[in-house]
């Protein structure tokens, strides 16, 4: 089911419509200019958004690479010179599983429960 929209939303797309017919009848120099302008300020704003994030990316990026590089050196580090013994592979028993003979053959008397 498909809801009306709420009645000053359409009043204002009727008004902005209209608005925008009128200005483009009588004056579209002026009109051309404002758009030029507002796609100019979104354009403005869309750019420092985008480096603002980039900052940020970067800023993360190189604390993720010092952390990667502080755990990657630790792990080379030799801790000892000896050469642990390898140790006998132990070998595993297997268990002893038995079968139990169910009564599969046998159908239940369902009018004993």
Do not use: C
Request: avoid cysteine; aromatic fraction near 10%; glycine fraction near 2%.
């Amino acid at each position: 089911m498909r809801r009306r929209p709420f009645p000053l939303i359409t009043l204002l797309i009727v008004l902005a419509i209209f608005g925008l017919t009128y200005r483009l009848w009588n004056d579209p120099i002026r009109l051309l200019k404002q758009a030029m302008i507002i796609v100019l300020i979104v354009a403005v704003f869309y750019a420092i958004y985008k480096w603002i994030q980039r900052q940020r990316f970067d800023h993360s990026y190189q604390k993720a690479v010092k952390q990667s590089k502080k755990l990657h050196h630790q792990k080379t580090k030799p801790t000892s010179k000896k050469q642990p013994r390898p140790t006998a592979l132990k070998k595993k028993h297997a268990t002893h599983l038995t079968v139990i003979e169910g009564k599969k053959g046998k159908k239940k008397n369902r009018a004993s429960f």
